[in-house]
């Protein structure tokens, strides 16, 4: 038989445009990472009425993703084609009957926690778990609508309601969300998740990191209410100039023209407007006078309500602006140097993926206690109850997605992804006063197919967020036969307001004596900002200053480092590597790594080695100083 296609009587070649038109569809269409779920998160859950669905579930491991396949539990569904086939939450009564898995028998987790660190038999794995929790639901009691909401899962989940499926989401350390009220039944429900943590070529990240791939669902997941029509996102910015107080609202629902509300209590402010056809409403206020601002030395937040005649919600804000002008980042319109440290989201002594509030203030109130006024919560999205602790306590944070390293910087469908977790973190905290900085990406090589890729996420950040600052953790490089001479000069830093880089002179480019002779030539009048430098350090093991991993190495690197960072101009802060021992699989050295990255500042068991004293001295003189040059600028005429 002779097959005709009519098409082919045209030239192929004229229809690659056409098929790279489908492709790029088809990418943007399978690439959106919630293709069922929501676009836009509900802002600020946890002041919303919720059920919470942490605790302990039922888990099921899948190495060879039998769940997804198995056709005989699960007959082809018409409607849900891509469904079909997956293990679903019942128990088999028949004695007769076949099915080989059981989730009631099952072993348990968790939730929130990585599986890595819960099961010694799960620590080094990478594939699929499937996760089962049942929860009731009273319908009798509830407002009108329900939403599912997930702090994170890494990196894949597929969410299955009461046995039907509600989506699928991509990104391990982004919030997502899904509308359940026609999904919920009156009494007991049943939730169940396919996760899976295998790492992709194309992915963000890609496969390559230095850091663990803790799996599982490793942030809270809620059960959150809203009436039918309700305020579903909220922006509250003090303005560049200072001089303004900028709302914006959002609603979501049948009832979109309603008036808007905006409290600030403490301030007796109070300003009603009316939302447009879609919900949508802008407010402006003048700035009161008596308006404290949010500064690390005083981190003023205030209760904020918003309400519609439907909705009531709130949130604690802090008001500060952030700025740049010439080498300067100015806080309040002050200059500030930027103590900082850099921060894995790692609890030492759980182990594993930190995700709470105590966790928050474990790793933040160490940083509080070397001096810093500023972290880097590297080198993704860590969880929403960080940024909200740092508010409270009064960090400035840079906040980051996992554009890691050798992304595929000319993959559609990876650009989409990485756009999205960024979009995703800046909606989650766009009202955080802490957050000052967000960053593009870490140590990725120069070629133009990378800048073209950040230059995207920086145009999408600034419509976004036009408030706050944009960086990246950039490459320091050297001309051949002249490496005692740093230039930084990567073509993306022409789209940053400050120029950041990593650099480790005394560690992996020479010994701690070269620090003292580098020169330093950074390119344009910005900010500058060392994102890292560092030393690994077996906590307890003592040698002389050029012993690798003796705290001694470390603490000499630390000390000429310090002093190297007064010569560079421009300086405006630093975030070293890193606050706390973190676990990684490049890292076998036995007896001293034991898979722990070890440059750590404290061990992995919350021991402090040498160095934190170091840079804690560093940091207080840095203080001492600032506070010097403030009160005599106030004494001047
Ligand atoms: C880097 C990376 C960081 C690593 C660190 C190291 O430059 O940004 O993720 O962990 O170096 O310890 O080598």
């Known amino acids: 038989m002779r097959l005709s296609f009519p098409f082919m009587k045209t030239p192929f070649l004229s229809y690659i445009p056409f098929l790279k038109a489908l492709t790029l569809l088809l990418v943007a269409f399978f690439a959106s990472t919630s293709a069922f779920g929501r676009d836009d998160n509900i802002a600020n859950v946890y002041a919303r009425g919720s059920q919470t669905l942490n605790g302990k579930w039922r888990v099921i491991v899948d190495p060879y993703e039998n769940g997804f396949y198995n056709h005989r539990l699960q007959p082809y569904d018409a409607t849900e084609p891509a469904y079909a086939g997956y293990f679903l939450d019942r128990t088999v009564t028949d004695r007769t009957a076949l099915q080989e898995y059981d989730f009631d028998t099952a072993q348990m987790l968790t939730v929130p926690g990585d599986w890595n660190s819960q099961d010694d038999k799960l620590f080094y794995y990478e594939g699929s778990v499937w996760y089962r929790r049942t929860f009731d639901f009273d319908a009798t009691e509830a407002q009108s609508r329900q939403f599912l909401h997930f702090g994170a899962v890494n990196y894949e989940a597929h969410v299955y309601l009461n046995g039907r499926k509600l989506g699928k989401h991509v990104g391990g350390f982004t919030p997502f969300q899904f509308e359940v009220t026609d999904r919920l039944q009156d009494g007991q429900n049943s939730l169940v998740l396919m996760v899976n943590n295998e790492r992709h070529k194309d992915a963000v990240p890609t496969l390559n990191t230095d850091w663990w791939n803790y799996g599982g669902i490793t942030r809270d997941v809620l059960l959150l209410e809203t009436p039918e029509t309700f305020v579903s996102d909220f922006n509250v910015t003090l303005d560049s100039t200072g001089e303004f107080i900028e709302i914006t ?325 630093t975030t070293p590597w890193v606050l706390v021992d973190f676990r990684s699989p490049r890292r076998p050295l036995a007896g001293v790594q034991d898979g722990w990255n070890r440059k750590g500042l404290i061990g992995d068991n919350g021991v402090r080695k040498q160095a934190f004293y170091v840079l804690q001295d560093y940091y207080e003189k840095k203080k001492e100083k600032a506070n010097k040059a403030k009160s005599e600028s106030e004494d001047a005429p």
């Not at 003023?300 to 980042?329: A, C, H």
């Not at 309040?332 to 440290?341: A, D, K, M, S, T």
């Not at 993926?353 to 919560?377: I, P, S, T």
């Open 249 to 573: 609202t959002q609603l979501e629902g049948s009832q979109l023209s309603q008036e808007i509300t905006v409290e600030i209590p403490e301030l007796s402010l109070s300003k009603s407007v009316e939302a447009n056809a879609e919900g949508y409403a802008e407010l402006r206020l003048p700035t009161p006078p008596d308006l404290q601002r949010w500064s690390p030395q005083s981190p003023k937040l205030y209760e904020v309500v918003v309400s519609s005649e439907s909705d009531r919600t709130e949130d604690r804000i802090g008001f500060r602006t952030i700025e740049v002008d010439g080498r300067n980042i100015l806080l309040n319109g002050e200059p500030i140097f930027l103590r900082g440290i850099s921060i894995h989201e790692e609890n030492p002594f759980r182990g594993g993926r930190a995700f709470g509030v105590e966790d928050a203030q474990l790793l933040l109130g160490w940083a509080k206690e070397l001096g810093c006024n500023f972290a880097r919560l590297a080198h993704y999205p860590h969880s929403e109850h960080m940024v909200r602790v740092a508010d409270e306590m009064g960090i400035l944070l840079w906040e980051e997605i996992p554009v890691y390293w050798t992304i595929s910087w000319e993959n559609e469908e990876t650009l989409a992804n990485a756009r999205s977790q960024l979009k995703t973190l800046v909606n989650r905290d766009r009202n955080r006063a802490s957050v000052i900085i967000w960053s593009m990406a870490n140590e990725t090589p120069i070629s133009e197919a990378r800048t073209m890729f950040l230059k995207r996420l920086v145009d999408d950040t600034r419509e976004l967020d036009p408030t706050r600052l944009i960086s990246a953790a950039m490459e320091v490089h050297s001309e051949p036969g002249k490496g005692d001479h740093k230039i930084v000069n990567d073509p993306f830093g022409a789209y940053t307001d400050i120029l950041s880089f990593n650099q480790y002179v005394g560690w992996y480019d020479g010994l701690p004596e070269k620090i003292d002779r580098v020169t330093w030539e950074i390119g344009d009048e910005k900010p500058v900002i060392i994102s890292e430098f560092g030393a690994g350090a077996l906590q307890g093991k003592r040698g002389d200053a050029l012993t690798r991993f003796s705290e001694d190495f470390q603490a000499d690197l630390y000390s000429r480092t310090v002093e190297m960072l007064e010569r560079i101009p421009g300086i405006s802060g």
